[in-house]
């Protein structure tokens, strides 16, 4: 027989789940659980400085690893706090298990102190959620948990657990098992067959990964399919890295920020086949218009993903991967030498960069001579804004979870508290944040984190001193009355990070930045490097929002395009 | 006459909304979130619920629920999505309506 308190049957439920780091804050509704914690000799607290800091700490973990991670939180502001984090997961499918604090049972429904309705608010942004009633539950909604946020689509799953749960004696016989994914039923082999059938008879087909192939551990077998099919094969800003992007058939990241050649070729295409990816409106531009000749042919683990947004002609539904291996064998060897002669001439004319915006004191030029300065293996995390699509437009990314980066949420102060959690995992490996001076000040505070746990983390702040995509937008399309996206004062990240105990260094006009860069590189533990960027450097190409991707504004040789 | 000219539109609107009407009967998990979960997901995905029933089935485990939509475009969507709540346990479609909300709606 096994006796022990609710948190104490937590804390060994996720220590059977291999659970070894947990990120939180502790607060009065979850003490029961930090208390349990204290005991635990296989999980690792990181103690962070706001929930949502430890939400994405776990997300790091879960997206640089695949595998899922557990952030704390209290009840009331914890719980709150935290929701943005949870938020981001869901959009992005990342599996992560949040476990909040509750009032005592008896206090729910009173407006207690620190009682929110977590249940009811975290509803809409998770895959599942579970408020605990009775002790005994938790032996069957723990492991479901893991089972739900891994299996299918991946997502959040929110654990509410009022605190006298916490503290119920519980005496059971036998440990459950630990959730693990589930397995998918096969994708039907019919449908397979039809699909192949329109491969091989497609003239100018482009191959589209997106995220699902990340988690699916798909890459190859999506790389596999392109080089037999000779299919140019494009990425959505989830999937980058799931083909390298020096592959002859690689076209980048597509939609609002993709080179100018890759959105062309997109128009031009007789098939699109989207494999884990979700036709966003960032990447698909105006729906109607997107593809317009194209047939198309969806893969997908979510049922409810296939036609969503554009009919599919052929659906996929299943684990991306096995159904992109069972294509493998029915997709008769071509080169298309044809349609990829064609993209080559318009990768040729319309270049992302030019040699003016390769220097290393322009953003272009800091992300690429970064990339050269890195080790083999190492993670690019990113917080959003124009810091976000430069990465994605030109770092070269080369592996499956190489980039960690808040797409479908677009949540600014994701990068800091993301690369923590992937330095955590992987404390051997070097990891760079690309972050804003905007950005950087939505979790400013994690800094602490990153001082406390000596985590291998880079900071690269390219910093404008303005809300540079707001500030573009306002240029581009609101007459240029810039209000409230330039900053009034000059903070300086320096002495803030070295008030943090982190070494740092400003990049001074007319300094050697390369050998900055390469010196901070080198260095070991957290530090940071505050790069000044021209406010009028913009992100291009760029397809106003709600416009077709055949209307892309600036980029090199734009002139040139009818 | 005003008065009748209103009752005749709405008659019209019911015979137009009658044709386009579907029931979607589910057996769900009996526990307090569920109902909050398929009323989150309606209001989510900016789908409209005309009329809901739910009473508990005998086991005490399980609750059947009747939703009346008349979302015609956007039906296959809501199933897919209604179908990926892990408390749904099953669901099935009626078109053209169902004689439990002809029953309810003798009561109102």
Known sequence: ??????????????????????????????????????????????????????????????????KAAVCFATSGPGATNVLTAIADAYLDSIPVICITGQVPASLIGTDAFQEVDTYGMSIPITKHNFLVRTVGELLTIIPRAFELALSGRPGPVLIDVPKDVQMAEISFAQWPEPGRRTTEKATDIESLRAAADMINRAKRPILCLGGGIIHAGAAEAGRLLAEKGGLPTTMTLMGLGAIASDHQLSLGMLGMHAARSTNMALQDCDLFIAAGARFDDRATGK????????????????????????????????????????LLPLVTENSRTIWNNQIEVLKEMYPMTSPEARVPEKPYGLILKTSELLDEGSFISTDVGKHQMWAAQVFPFERPRQLLTSGGLGTMGFGLPAAIGAALAHPDKQIVLFTGDGSLQMNIQELATAIEQQVNIKI???????????????????????????????????????????????????????????????????????????????????VPPGASNSIMLGGCNAEKCK | MQKNVNNRDSEMEKTRQVDAIAVLELVVNNHPGVMSHICGLFSRRAYNVEGIICIPMQDGMTSKMWLQVNEENKLEQIIKQVKKLPDVLTIERHDGGHRVFERVGVLV
């Open chain 1, 1 to 66: 027989m096994n006796t022990m308190n609710g948190a104490q049957l937590i804390v060994k439920l996720l220590e059977r789940q291999g659970i070894d780091i947990i990120a939180g804050i502790p607060g009065g509704a979850n003490l029961p659980m930090y208390d349990a914690l204290f005991e635990s000799t296989a999980i690792r607290h990181i103690l962070c400085r706001h929930e949502q800091g430890a939400g994405f700490v776990a997300q790091g973990i879960a997206r640089s690893t695949g």
């Open chain 1, 287 to 326: 729906i109607v218009e997107f593809c317009p000749d194209a047939s198309i042919i969806h893969m997908d683990i979510d049922p409810s993903e296939v036609s969503k947004l554009k009919t599919a002609h052929i659906a996929l539904v299943g684990d991306v991967k096995r159904s992109l291996e069972a």
């Open chain 1, 460 to 542: 690269i702040i390219m910093n404008n001193n303005s809300l540079g995509l707001v500030r573009q937008q306002q240029n581009l399309f609101y007459n240029k009355q810039l209000f409230a996206s330039d900053f009034q004062i000059d903070i300086d990240f320096v002495t803030i990070a070295k008030g943090f105990g982190m070494k740092a260094v400003n990049v001074e006009a007319g300094g050697d930045l390369p050998a900055l860069l390469e010196r901070m590189l080198a260095e070991p533990g957290p530090c940071l490097i505050n790069v000044p960027i021209d406010r009028e450097e913009d992100v291009y190409p760029m």
